[in-house]
């Protein structure tokens, strides 16, 4: 049995309009137990008492609560004296009445509940492998993981939009077009819209940068927690840095066939911070690496690796960047 000090938390944000559409749920699979119909009529009942006026939004929704729990009610909530609060007195005599109407609002509340419990299920894959990951989504859609990135969609898209996540990496998407449900991309700090075309968004975990390029059509990149933050619109050839510690977006010209080279297992960095780099390469090659030298973390790097072992890699990155390393084993690389 839940607490009833639990339920009188969720039914008092329910009466004042601050719930999650989680705690509703919870409040109205809660409120159609036989204990629970009780509890939630002897509460209303106790709020009523405690409170001398209620606001007519709250009325409503008190109101809409009775009514689920309507064959308990009269127990519960005793018929009112004439002289109580007008507000209050007006409330309560209307609760009689709920009886008559209680078939219809039952219909309707059901609808609604059904509407709240049967959201699409949703499907979530990490790439796991150092080469790209593809994924179709409902609508027709590609998109290619790499490794790392965690992929978050609904199995079935609702009527109107589309709309995933990105978590912690890379992915490349070839957007199916349909003009009457954009397709949204959630990616950390990055929110990118679009109808249909393909890009690639860059958003890892704990780094202070992400990006979007665009292959084809045209995107808008906003920042996803800073709505004060200008956002852009891309077209072909073009990407989007979000500097996340500042919220501010640059927009620079790009090469079109470097975009998302990780799909031919080849990493291309266009001005990107060494933090972005390092993750890039320890995801690619699955090892670890030790920076010991942070002042490398402000260098910006433009660079190029094709399908080399990692020890070619490192060294071509040591050569343009000026640092020595080691490989401490086959795994782990330390940066001095």
């Not at 006026?53 to 009610?73: F, G, K, M, P, S």
């Not at 309560?92 to 109407?101: G, S």
């Amino acid at each position: 049995m839940i607490d009833n000090p639990y339920i009188r938390q969720l039914l008092q944000k329910y009466i004042d309009g601050s719930y999650s559409p989680e705690e509703l749920d919870e409040l109205l699979r809660y409120s159609t137990q036989l204990e629970g119909e009780q509890t939630i009529g002897a509460l209303v009942e106790a709020y009523l008492a405690e409170t001398p006026t209620i606001e007519a939004a709250q009325e409503e929704r008190l109101q809409r609560i009775l009514n689920l729990t309507d064959i308990h009610i009269s127990e519960a909530v005793p018929l009112p004296d004439m002289d109580e609060q007008p507000t209050r007195s007006l409330f309560r005599r209307m609760l009689p009445y709920a009886a008559a109407v209680l078939l219809f609002l039952s219909v309707g509340i059901y609808v609604w509940k059904v509407g709240i419990n049967q959201e699409p299920n949703t499907i979530s894959i990490t790439a796991t492998e150092a080469k790209a990951q593809q994924v179709e989504l409902p609508d027709g859609s590609h998109v290619w993981l790499n490794a790392g990135a965690t992929l978050t969609y609904p199995e079935k898209f609702s009527k109107d939009k589309r709309t995933i996540t990105l978590s912690d990496g890379q992915a490349y998407f070839d957007i199916a077009k349909d003009e009457n449900k954009p397709f949204t991309v959630h990616a950390g700090t990055l929110k990118v819209e679009v109808l249909g075309t393909s890009f690639e968004v860059t958003a890892y975990n704990n780094k202070e940068q992400a990006s979007v390029a665009v292959k084809s059509g045209t995107v808008n990149v906003s920042a996803e927690h800073t709505p004060s933050t200008t956002g852009t619109t891309l077209t072909a050839n073009q990407k989007a840095t979000l500097h996340t510690t500042t919220g501010t977006i640059e927009t620079t010209d790009i090469d079109g066939d470097d975009i998302a080279g990780w799909k031919e297992n080849r990493l291309v960095f266009s001005d990107d911070d060494f933090a972005i780099v390092l993750e890039a390469i320890q995801r690619r090659y699955k090892v670890t690496i030790d920076l010991q030298k942070p002042e490398l973390l402000s260098k910006k790097i433009t660079l190029r690796l094709d399908d080399q072992l990692v020890q070619t890699a490192i060294e071509i990155l040591s050569l343009s960047t000026n640092f020595k390393y080691e490989f401490a084993n086959d795994s782990t690389i330390i940066i001095r």
